[in-house]
């Protein structure tokens, strides 16, 4: 029987891998394009997805989260980035926020803010996985799980409806 640490096992391996990958991707921004990037997204998020959602969830082995590393300016790049490599096509109609229940307008929100906001929680939790002390990084990944279930889950489905939109109308425009 294989008794791995749970930071070394296939499933947590993965869902860092898919982490990291997307964090990448949003901090290379300016070496790809619009297309490219859509593209790359519409593949990676899902799969993000499902890496989550295959993972046991640790038991927290220290009182309190894990370090942050992100700071505001570094939120800021991949938002401001992600903005301004979408455009216009940066916004989208929202129908699954909460305040959407007291609303008779429509709510605006933003595919940038919602992948800064994933982009902060996988980068802390890669960066606290990266000082190698396997509990450090097991809280870290359970912080990122717990926030996963919290808001940056949903935020996740909610910008690849837009995204695929975006990809169909990209490809319909290429094939004509």
Same mark, same amino acid.
């Given at each position: 029987?294989?008794?791995?640490?749970?930071?070394?096992?296939?499933?947590? %391996?993965?869902?860092?891998?898919?982490?990291?990958?997307?964090?990448?991707?949003?901090?290379?921004?300016?070496?790809?394009?619009? *297309?490219?990037? %859509?593209?790359?997204?519409? =593949?990676?998020?899902?799969?993000?997805?499902?890496?989550?959602?295959?993972?046991? *969830?640790?038991?927290?082995?220290?009182?309190?989260?894990?370090?942050?590393?992100?700071?505001?300016?570094?939120?800021?790049?991949?938002?401001?980035?992600?903005?301004?490599?979408?455009?216009?096509?940066?916004?989208?109609?929202?129908?699954?926020?909460?305040?959407?229940?007291?609303?008779?307008?429509?709510?605006?929100?933003?595919? /940038?803010?919602?992948?800064?906001?994933?982009? *902060?929680?996988?980068?802390?939790?890669?960066?606290?996985?990266?000082?190698?002390?396997?509990?450090?990084?097991?809280?870290?990944?359970?912080?990122?799980?717990?926030?996963?279930?919290?808001?940056?889950?949903?935020?996740?489905?909610? %910008?690849? =409806?837009?995204?695929?939109?975006? /990809?169909? /109308?990209?490809? /319909?425009?290429?094939?004509?």
């Amino acid at each position: 029987m294989d008794n791995k640490p749970f930071v070394y096992e296939d499933a947590t %391996i993965e869902f860092v891998t898919v982490a990291v990958q997307t964090c990448l991707l949003l901090e290379h921004l300016t070496e790809t394009t619009k *297309q490219e990037f %859509i593209t790359r997204l519409c =593949r990676m998020l899902p799969l993000l997805y499902l890496k989550t959602e295959m993972m046991q *969830q640790p038991e927290r082995l220290f009182d309190g989260y894990p370090q942050r590393f992100v700071a505001e300016e570094d939120y800021e790049m991949v938002r401001v980035g992600v903005k301004n490599l979408l455009g216009n096509d940066d916004a989208y109609l929202e129908v699954f926020m909460d305040d959407m229940r007291y609303s008779d307008e429509p709510l605006t929100a933003y595919i /940038s803010e919602g992948l800064a906001d994933m982009y *902060q929680e996988l980068k802390d939790m890669a960066a606290n996985y990266q000082t190698e002390n396997e509990d450090v990084m097991s809280d870290a990944v359970l912080a990122c799980l717990e926030a996963f279930n919290e808001h940056w889950g949903q935020k996740l489905v909610n %910008i690849l =409806r837009p995204l695929h939109a975006l /990809s169909i /109308s990209n490809f /319909s425009d290429e094939t004509e």
